[in-house]
């Protein structure tokens, strides 16, 4: 079972029972405590998977967990905010994320603590950040977000790096407009009120994320290229997860998915109400040549 140690938007604590039976154990079960088939959890070591608490971050960072504890590994997922995720890893305090978004977003975090970590490559790429309107909006590009067609520019949590990148954007395109530090569960609340009503809005956006396939809504174009028009998602592990868990590491070093992959999880999630490991397990199962790519790591057990 994979095991929370930060409580974030999604995720609950375990239920009285679960610790119960964790610190008890359940004697009725037939079987031995140290019975050779006893949970495939309790074969392997444990990894400490860390993430930004975003839909996206959540989604992948749910999947990748369910899959190494396939493999028999006890998986704990801990919420961070951003720079304190980088310098876990960088210090060896937690094994690995999957959730850099370069070569922009987290450029800041990636040149202070990258030396210090392992860099896997991308799990994730083709994806876009930047500022993002309802179709129902006539303005197109960022030139026209003043304040004759909006109150303010929604945004997400300060120090966020689609944050910086658009105080960069509102100094290039000397825009006299405020940028409104939130969150993204509130940003996307946000969104979808002034879309139910037809209002006028602009968000900061980025794609994977499951409010392009739940809304009509598009990226303004940005003739000074302030955005980067492509980023992707890196792994990051901590030095020596190689040599203490070569099996953990060779499926991180393999994890690679689609955007589509990542919005339907994320959808999941918030259209159907799923509980994010239950999301995640749906896509294991309806993914299974994907995901048994990925636990190929060529090791005998």
């Known amino acids: 079972m994979i095991h929370f ?16 039976l964790a610190a008890c154990g359940d004697n009725n079960s037939g079987e031995a405590p140290d019975d050779e088939s006893s949970d495939a959890e309790n074969d392997k070591g444990e990894i400490e998977l860390v993430l930004v608490a975003w839909e996206s971050e959540i989604a992948s960072s749910n999947v990748i967990g369910n899959v190494l504890e396939e493999a028999g590994y006890d998986v704990q997922l801990t919420t961070l905010e951003m720079s304190p995720m980088w310098q876990s890893v960088a ?3 937690a ?5 850099a978004w370069l070569p922009s977003d987290m450029q800041h975090e990636y040149e202070e603590y990258g030396d210090d970590m392992v860099e896997l490559g991308p799990n994730l790429e083709g994806n876009r950040i930047g500022l993002a309107v309802p179709e129902y909006m006539d303005v197109t590009s960022i030139e026209e977000v003043t304040p004759d067609n909006f109150d303010q520019i929604v945004g997400i949590d300060g120090g966020a790096g689609i944050m910086n990148a658009t105080e960069d954007a ?15 569960a509130a940003m996307t609340a946000e969104l979808g009120a002034a879309i139910e009503n037809e209002e006028p809005i602009v968000v900061t956006g980025w794609q994977p994320h499951w409010k392009f396939n739940t809304y009509d809504i598009r990226f303004l174009d940005d003739p000074l290229d302030v955005y980067d028009e492509e980023e992707e998602i890196r792994t990051m592990v901590r030095e020596g997860l190689e040599e203490d868990e070569p099996e953990a590491y060779q499926i991180l070093d393999n994890f690679y998915w689609e955007t589509d992959d990542m919005n339907e999880v994320m ?3 918030e259209e159907n109400d799923m509980e994010p490991a239950d999301a995640a397990q749906a896509w294991i199962d309806d993914n299974r040549d994907t995901v048994d790519e990925w636990l190929d790591t060529g090791s005998e057990e």
Do not use: H
Not at 5 to 20: E, H, I, M, R, T
């Open 5 to 20: 140690l930060k409580k974030g938007k999604w995720f609950l604590p375990l239920s009285l029972c679960a610790l119960v």
């Open 91 to 93: 210090q060896g305090d």
């Open 95 to 99: 094994d690995a994320f999957v959730a």
């Open 170 to 184: 509102i100094e290039a395109y000397d825009l006299d407009i405020n940028l409104m530090t939130s969150s993204d």
């Open 267 to 269: 959808l999941n999630i």
